[in-house]
C-alpha cells in the first residue's frame, strides 16, 4: 500500500515535469497538505502545476520587499509573512502575538531554490 507520503512525492514529482521553473522544495512544501483523495486525479495535477508556477513566480518578483497576508478559516488565523532574508519581521509579528497571549504555532519555510 502506498502511504500519504509517497503519493505526495509522486505528485510532487508529476507537478515538476508541468512546472520546471518551480522548485520542487517549494511544490512540496505548498501541497503538503493537500487531501489525498486531490492526489490522484489528473487534471488536479494540472491545474495544482499552474498554480505553483504563477504562485512560485509571484513570490520570486516580490520577494525583494517584505509582504504579509492574513487570512482567516474558522478558528485559525493564518499569517503568512514573506520576505528576502529578515527574520526579525517574523520576529516581530511572534512578540506582538505573545505580547498580546495570542497563543500561536509557527511554521517557517526558507531558500526554495
Known amino acids: 500500500m502506498i502511504t500519504q507520503s ?8 508529476k507537478i515538476k515535469t508541468m512546472a520546471s521553473e518551480t522548485p520542487a522544495s517549494f511544490i512540496e512544501a505548498f501541497f503538503r497538505r493537500m487531501p489525498e ?3 490522484d486525479q489528473p487534471e488536479i495535477a ?3 502545476a499552474q498554480i ?3 504562485t512560485y513566480t ?18 485559525l488565523l493564518e499569517i503568512m509573512v514573506i520576505n528576502n532574508d529578515m527574520p526579525f ?13 495570542i497563543e ?5 519555510y526558507r531558500d526554495w531554490e
Not at 509517497?6 to 514529482?13: A, M, N, P, T
Not at 519581521?89 to 497571549?101: G, T, W, Y
Not at 500561536?104 to 517557517?108: A, D, G, I, V, Y
Open 6 to 13: 509517497e503519493k505526495l512525492q509522486e505528485f510532487v514529482v
Open 37 to 39: 483523495k486531490f492526489i
Open 46 to 48: 494540472t491545474i495544482s
Open 52 to 54: 505553483a508556477a504563477n
Open 58 to 75: 509571484f513570490f520570486k518578483s516580490s520577494i525583494s520587499k517584505p509582504s504579509i497576508s492574513i487570512t482567516q478559516n474558522n478558528h
Open 89 to 101: 519581521i517574523v520576529d516581530s509579528v511572534c512578540a506582538e502575538l505573545n505580547r498580546q497571549n
Open 104 to 108: 500561536s504555532t509557527m511554521e517557517s
